[in-house]
């Protein structure tokens, strides 16, 4: 198989993943809401900035990375 379609079908996997554990894992846990997350509300605008949540993703994304790299 080539290559780059055995990446494309991998991570077309592990999106759909990602989407079932953020879909039914969000009632345990409040990703996007954590605290330290920026929410900022006003008459009309509301700002939000998550960046606990961004610092959590980016942990997470870089150890799956290293395991993946470690083991290959």
């Known amino acids: 198989m080539n290559p ?3 990446t494309l079908i991998i991570l ?3 999106l759909v993943v990602i989407g079932l554990l953020w879909q039914f894992g ?3 846990f ?6 330290g ?3 900022v509300e006003k008459e009309n605008v509301r700002f939000y900035f998550p960046i ?3 610092i ?5 994304l870089s ?10």
Do not use: H
């Open 37 to 39: 997350d920026i929410v």
């Open 56 to 60: 959590v993703l980016s942990v997470i």
């Open 52 to 54: 606990v949540s961004s």
């Open 26 to 28: 969000g009632r345990f």
């Open 12 to 14: 077309g996997i592990v």
């Open 63 to 72: 150890l799956i990375l290293y395991l993946v790299r470690l083991f290959r």
């Open 4 to 6: 780059f379609a055995k």
């Open 30 to 35: 409040p990703f996007g809401r954590l605290p």
